[in-house]
């Protein structure tokens, strides 16, 4: 699956639950987003992309969720 949020906006902070189990799942997010990931992987990965910048914005995605012989990838564009 692939979920892009570059058009969403967020006010302070949004919730996010995502769960990978055989598959995979390519989140997009806004490069200035800081994202904090609640997160397990059990035979599987979660990998963060994205550059890492010195300056964020006050919006905070949290992302909950389990990858199980699968993947979740964030990026930004």
């Not at 302070?12 to 397990?40: C, D, Y």
């Not at 300056?55 to 990858?67: H, M, R």
Request: charged residues 20%; without cysteine; hydrophobic residues 45%.
């Amino acid at each position: 699956a692939e979920i892009n949020l570059l058009q969403a906006d967020i006010q302070q902070s949004a919730r996010l639950e995502i769960n990978a189990v055989f598959g995979s799942i390519r989140l997009i997010v806004p490069t200035h987003w800081q994202v904090k990931m609640k997160t397990a992987a059990v035979l599987g990965g979660i990998e963060d992309k994205r550059p890492k910048h010195a300056i964020y914005s006050d919006k905070i995605l949290v992302l909950e969720g389990n990858a199980v012989f699968g993947g979740i990838q964030i990026e930004s564009h």
